[in-house]
C-alpha cells in the first residue's frame, strides 16, 4: 500500500513524521559525519537501516491484514455479517493512524474499503432478491454524497446515498427496498436514515429545486424516503437551509456501484446543474453563509469552548473548524467551475487558476491535515458525530499548530469574501 509516507507525489499533505525523519537524518549525519570515526558512522547507518526494515515489516504486516479483511469481504453471505469486518477495518486503520499520523493514508484505505464494502452489499442485496423469488436486480447507480463524495472518508464517514434507475418498474422498487435493507444491516446507514431512490428524469427535476409527480407503489411508501437532498437527522446540529444542502450534495456527489454509464448521466446533470446556478443570487447567498461561518478561534485568540454537555471545555473541531474550511474551498471550487474531487483537489485546482497564492495554498492545506488529524483522533477515542478537543491537553507546538491552522481558515474566508462577495 505504501503508506510509510503518506503521501502522493509532491503532495503537501505528507506525513508530518517522514519530514521529521529525513530532517532528522540530514542534521544528524552532518554533526556527526565531519567528525566520527569509520565505525561510528557505519554503526549509525546500520541503526538507521534496521529502524526502516522494521518500519516496511510493519507495513507489510498491515497489507498482510488488510489483504485478509478484503477477501473476507468477498465471502460474506449476509449483510450483517459485515458490520465486524468494518469494526477489525478501522481497528487496523486506527494503530496505523496512532503511529503514522497521516491523513492520506487514513482517507485512502478508508474510501477503498467503503466502496468495497457498499459494492458487497448491493450484490448481497441482489442475491437476497433472486432468493426471494423477485427476479434479478434492474439497471441501476448507487451514488454517494459527503465525505465519500469528496474523497474524505474516516472511520465514520457522514455521507447520503442516492440509488438512480431507468425504468419505472416494480423489479426496482423491490430492489430499492432490497437495497436500502442491506445497507442499513451492513451499517452503512442508520436505520433512521432511509435511501432516497427514483429515476434520471426525477434526479434532474430535483436538481433543478423541482418536485416530481410520479405516482409511486406501495412498496416505496413503506419506505417513507427522505428527499434526495434532505439533511441528516443526526444529534442536535442545526440543519442546513435546502439550497446550500442541495448545492453541496451535488458538488459533493461520487460514484459508488452499478452500471456507470448510468451514473455519469447523473453526475453530468449535477455538473450542468452547478454551472446554472454559479451565477445567480441564491448561489451568491449560500456563499456568503458559506464563508462567514464563525470559527473556533475567537478574538484575541481565545478559543470558543462549548458550555455544556458531554464535550464541555472543549473546542467543536468539525462545526467550527473543518467545516468552514471545507465549505469556503468548495464555493470557490463552485464560483470558478472546477468540477469534482476533494478538498485537496480543488485547492490544487484553485492555485492553478489563480485564485490562491501560493503561501495561502500552503497553509490551507496544512490547517486541512492539522484538522483532518484533530478530527480522526476524536473518532478513534469512539466519537462518531462531530469532532471536539480539549486544548488544556495540547502542548505547546500543538497549540501553535492548531491556532495556525484556524489563522489559515480566517484568511481563507477573507480571500474568499473579496473574490465572491464583491461580485454577487
Known sequence: MAMLLGTKGDDILKWRESARLVEGLKTR????????????????LEGMAEALEAELDYESQLDTGLEALRRALGETVAPAELKGLTARHDELLAAHFSRRG??????????????LLVARTALLAEERMLSLGQGSAPVYALLVTGDRGREEQTLYGKNRYLLLHQLDSERFFLFARQLAGALKEAGVIPGEEALWHGSLAEWRALLK???TTRKRDLREELENPLPAFAPPMKGGSTAMPDAQWRMEAMADLGFVTGYEPLADEALSAAASALKEQRSTEAFFQIARKAIHLPLALGHFGRWRLEKSGEHKGEIDVEGLGLSPLVGAVRVLAVHLGVQGGGTLHRVRELLYRGAFSVELAQRVLEALQCLMQLRIMSEIRGEETGSHSNPEEFTQEQDERIRNAFVAVLDLQKMAYQRMVGQG
Open 102 to 115: 497521516s491523513v492520506l493514508a487514513l482517507t485512502g484505505a478508508a474510501n477503498a474499503w467503503h466502496d
Open 29 to 44: 549525519l552532518t554533526r556527526k559525519w565531519g567528525r566520527s570515526s569509520a565505525d561510528e558512522a557505519q554503526s549509525f
Open 209 to 211: 429545486g423541482g418536485n
